[in-house]
């Protein structure tokens, strides 16, 4: 796809992105990472930028724990192929 400006709003404030995925692709992170600055914000008394920290390493903490996650259960399905093709040829 193509690259194009999408503007998006994130804590109040208009960003302009240039990206190649799809314009609703593009909203949806927004309005994720929206919502998860305003969860922080929330709960907590830091000021904007220190809350913009906390929610990169909260999104960080959950990226990692979803490719851990998604490592383990591939090799378990690379497994179960193995299995299922050793009974298989048997």
């Known amino acids: 796809m193509e690259k194009q ?6 804590a109040g ?7 190649g995925d799809a314009p609703e692709f593009v909203k949806r992170v927004a309005s ?13 008394n830091l000021p ?10 909260n999104l960080a903490e959950e990226l ?8 383990m ?3 378990q399905n690379e497994q179960l192929a193995r299995s299922a093709k050793a009974i298989h040829n048997s």
């Open 48 to 57: 904007s930028g220190q809350a913009a920290v906390l929610t990169c390493f």
């Open 13 to 19: 404030k208009n960003y302009t992105l240039v990206s």
């Open 32 to 44: 994720f990472v929206d919502r998860k600055l305003n969860e922080t914000a929330a709960v907590t």
């Open 64 to 71: 990692l724990k979803a490719q851990d996650e998604n490592t």
């Open 73 to 75: 259960l591939r090799r």
């Open 5 to 10: 400006k999408i503007t998006v709003t994130v």
